[in-house]
């Protein structure tokens, strides 16, 4: 079924690096209105924004004291209406985060709760009694450590599966429930265009919160198995739905770790009455990140094309190769090196034109790359932090635990925006609440709008050759060359209409063969490199779209 979510194409803003507009060094919602031109031009039909609410920022807005305000460093309500006018203006749609796995810890629901063992607000947490004066159990938080945290004031433990200070809401209790859906209906009658859900995969946890397995003997267990996708957790969606969702037309996007090609259509399966989309994590293994570095080709074809024939006719891909919990993908997947450009490029071709609602993370568009750390202090986010700690403790080097969060630390995506060749890349005006990456001199919107070869205008002919072909919005994916080892290969099919695209995943000249993959009748309509020099051979990195 067409509809207004699937063909368009969506921008993240992580609003802490996007543009500052006052000065204090800090992104804010003023500074996203000031750029709404430049994503109206671009060609962005839907943003995303991280959570912009009230917030302590442990994990950089991720843990909210209120709902219903704006964080005091990104502006006002005033600020927000006038933002969501602007982009509603502009024909484009916004929807926000909705972090209701868990609050802050100053959230007042939260403050009731912990106030007193018989609170009627008490079971809207996950309090236990300790276990011979240790945890309630062995599970580990996701962000290292115990995943329980002690309150001296009522003498129990709390759950959080993140930092301590973002204590887990429970979603067995139907008042809690309620008050959530009290606010995601006065966001929604706002006018927002819906959600982008975080954490979704963990709101169900093992009903008897028991012991993990614990071979390595190690003090707290990895505990993904007891609250990730666990067995009851499409309840809470469907309740969600009921009460919420399926009222209003917008576009929800759920935050789906755990979740393969075999069970998607569950999630989001047309006729379900779920969620529109999901963030899988196949391609980009966050809680693994040592192993999902550099993956072969053949790897990516693998969990690419189950994702897209499980949902052919059925439901709808989101697309992302980058996020603010991601590297940079040039970084990751590509050569920085030696072939910055065209690899940024390749990538892009490869994961943007695929079946599905593709979403560019802010400074994805321009190809920026991580960043260099030079020791502990040159870290902000929660999680890094947490494991430099548990790295220095199993007895790991400094330069060892630095090589180990500049490969996989979420830092990397959350420098500043670059925005041009002035001081601080035009992000703010003060000093900047994180590190500019050095490169940005080269890499930045402003030199690359002049450049007619720059990643950012590939992007831009991306955008514009989608969203004048139907096929590429709508049609069935079919993989080519499916042994090639450095050729990731594809079609799009509707109709009579045929678009291929070729991407060459490596630094090498890759060839292939007519008898293989023909090109009798095609003519090439975007590509990477100036001109198409032999049919059946592709440069490092080189990318071509032919249609047929
Ligand atoms: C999601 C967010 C991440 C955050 C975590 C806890 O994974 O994307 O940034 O730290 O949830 O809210
Ligand atoms: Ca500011």
């Known amino acids: ?25 800090i992104g804010d919602l003023n ?29 950089n807005g991720y843990d909210i004291s209120d709902y219903q305000q704006i964080m005091a460093e990104f502006g006002t309500m005033e600020d927000f209406d006038r933002l969501l006018a602007g982009v509603h203006e502009r024909g484009m749609r916004l929807i926000i985060d909705l972090v209701v796995n868990h609050t802050s810890d100053e959230h007042p629901w939260f403050l009731e709760s912990r106030s007193s063992r018989d609170n009627p607000k008490r079971d809207w947490y996950i309090w236990r009694d300790g276990r011979n004066g240790a945890e309630p159990n062995n599970w580990e938080g996701i962000f290292k450590g115990s995943a329980w945290e002690f309150d001296p004031l009522t003498e129990q433990y709390f759950l ?62 990895p505990s993904m198995k007891s609250h990730l996708n666990y067995d009851g957790l499409l309840d809470y969606v469907d309740d969600m739905s009921r009460n919420v969702l399926k009222h209003y037309d917008i ?6 770790n755990g979740l393969f090609a075999d069970r998607a259509e569950e999630w989001v399966g047309e006729h379900r009455n779920r969620l529109s989309m999901v963030f899988q994590f196949e391609h ?18 693998k969990i690419f094309t189950a994702w897209q024939e499980a949902l052919e006719g059925k439901g709808w891909n989101a697309l992302y190769v980058e996020n603010h919990d991601l590297t940079r ?31 560019i993370y802010q400074g994805q568009e321009i190809g920026m790359t991580n960043t260099r750390f030079g020791g502990i202090e040159d870290f902000d986010d929660v999680s890094a932090k947490n494991m430099w700690r548990e790295l220095a403790a199993q007895g790991r080097s ?58 950012l ?50 630094s090498k000249a890759a060839n292939w063969s007519e008898i293989e993959l023909s090109l009798k009748g095609a003519h090439c309509v975007l590509g990477n490199y100036p001109q198409v020099d032999e049919d059946y051979r592709l440069h490092a990195w080189e990318t071509r779209v032919y249609r047929f």
Request: glycine share 6%; proline share 6%.
């Open 31 to 59: 500074g996203i209105t000031e750029k709404l031109d430049y994503l109206e031009d671009l060609g962005i039909d839907l943003i995303w924004i991280c959570p912009m609410y009230k917030s302590p920022n442990d994990d």
């Open 398 to 455: 400094e330069e060892e635990i630095i090589a180990f969060l500049t490969n996989t630390g979420r830092d990397n995506s959350r420098t500043p925006m670059q925005w041009n060749t002035w001081p601080n890349a035009g992000f703010s005006d003060g000093e900047p609440w994180f590190q500019v990456n050095a490169n940005y001199e080269m890499i930045n919107v402003a030199t690359q709008q002049q450049d007619p070869n720059s990643v």
């Open 457 to 506: 205008n590939f992007y831009r002919a991306l955008i514009q050759l989608r969203r004048q072909e139907r096929t590429l919005i709508y049609g069935r994916y079919a993989l080519e060359l499916p042994q090639h080892e450095q050729i990731y290969a594809y079609r799009r099919e509707l109709a009579e209409d045929t678009f291929l695209v070729l991407c060459n995943m490596s």
């Open 1 to 25: 079924m067409a509809n207004w979510w699937k063909e368009a194409v969506a921008y993240q803003i992580y609003p802490r690096s996007f543009k500052d507009s006052n000065g204090d060094g």
């Open 251 to 256: 576009v929800t996007v759920g935050e789906m």
């Open 284 to 301: 980009v293994r966050l809680w693994e990140p040592e192993e999902g570095l550099r993956p072969e080709p053949a790897v990516l074809k």
């Open 160 to 221: 959080h599966l993140f930092t301590c200070r973002q204590p887990d809401l429970n979603w067995e209790n139907h008042d809690m429930r309620a008050a959530v859906y009290d606010m995601m209906r006065w966001w929604l009658d706002k006018g927002i265009d819906g959600f982008r859900i975080d954490a979704i995969a963990h709101m169900k946890k093992e009903p008897r919160l028991a012991d993990v397995p614990n071979p390595d003997k190690l003090r707290y267990a």
């Open 329 to 359: 993908i040039t970084s990751r997947w590509g050569d920085t090196e030696h072939h910055w450009r065209e690899s940024a490029t390749c990538i892009a071709a490869l994961y943007f034109l695929m079946q599905g609602t593709p979403f």
